[in-house]
């Protein structure tokens, strides 16, 4: 009974989240549309993997995994996630001294950036565009690096071990 009404409850909030945000997002220009990635530095990145695979059956390479889902707006496209534990000795989340980075999914990174420059939020690289997508970095107010990905999901999608089953 426990774990009905726990997932349940996962199914709810998800649901009026997922509300919530297209009424908000309709009113306005799009900015975050989703979690891009999760980053975080540990000591031993193939020992991470391998646990995290052996463990909770994560399918990595040696970037991570990557999760593949469905959109909301149009379930017959597919989005990805990407998960990848780096070297503690990283300089990647640099100018951050933080131990984890996000990639956030943007629509229009080309306009967020103006809209961020002129809000005098910190850019600390220039546009880098590649075949699945757009990205660059911005720091936040407590000095949290953040990557930030127009996405091309469908060049993302043929990368191989893109989709995680």
């Known amino acids: 009974m426990k774990k009905i009404l726990i997932t349940a409850g996962f199914v709810a909030s998800f649901a009026l989240g997922w509300a919530f945000n297209s009424v908000k997002q309709n009113s306005a220009m799009k900015k975050v549309t989703g979690i891009g990635g999760i980053f975080f530095k540990c000591k031993d990145p193939k020992k991470q993997r391998d646990w995290y695979s052996?463990?909770?059956?994560?399918?990595?390479?040696?970037?991570?995994?990557?999760?593949?889902?469905?959109?909301?707006?149009?379930?017959?496209?597919?989005?990805y996630t990407q998960w990848s534990p780096f070297s503690e000795k990283t300089k990647y989340f640099e100018p951050s001294t933080k131990e984890f980075m996000i990639n956030y999914r943007v629509a229009n990174l080309e306009e967020l950036v103006k809209q961020l420059r002129a809000d005098s939020v910190t850019i600390t690289d220039k546009m880098e565009v590649v075949s699945y997508g757009k990205f660059i970095h911005i720091m936040d107010p407590e000095g949290n690096k953040i990557e930030l990905w127009e996405p091309n999901d469908v060049e993302y999608g043929k990368i191989p071990g893109s989709i995680t089953k």
């Open 54 to 79: 052996k463990n909770l059956g994560l399918n990595t390479d040696k970037y991570g995994t990557v999760f593949a889902w469905h959109q909301g707006a149009d379930s017959t496209k597919n989005g």
